[in-house]
């Protein structure tokens, strides 16, 4: 299995991002996918998951901002971080069937 995970980058507080996470060798459609952030220095944090379906649920801190979305044909897992903000700052890992990327890194400057 390898997750590679792109779209990171240093912006300022109000820009968006469009993170993706390409995924192969692993039958994508079959499991529940999700983004994490770790923040310097910090444990990792569920940023939002979906499970096969398409439901979707987000931490409080990011609902309203972030959209977790999926493309089972092209084995593709994306989030668009809009109003980003320096607490957003971390490096953002893609988990598809409990399967890391190596990360992302976003910095959000005020």
């Known amino acids: 299995v390898q997750l590679q995970a792109s779209g990171g980058g240093s912006v300022q507080a109000g820009r968006s991002l469009r993170l993706s996470c390409k995924a192969s060798?692993?039958?994508?459609?079959?499991?529940?996918v999700g983004w994490y952030r770790q923040p310097p220095g910090k444990q990792r944090d569920l940023v939002a998951r979906m499970i096969s379906s398409g439901n979707a649920d987000y931490a409080d801190s990011v609902k309203g901002r972030f959209t977790i979305s999926r493309d089972n044909v092209r084995r593709t897992l994306n989030l668009q971080v809009n109003n980003l903000k320096p607490e957003d700052t971390g490096v953002y890992y893609c988990?598809?069937?409990?399967?890391w990327g190596r990360g992302t890194l976003v910095t959000v400057s005020s």
């Open positions: 988990d598809i069937g409990q399967h």
């Open positions: 060798g692993i039958n994508f459609r079959l499991y529940a």
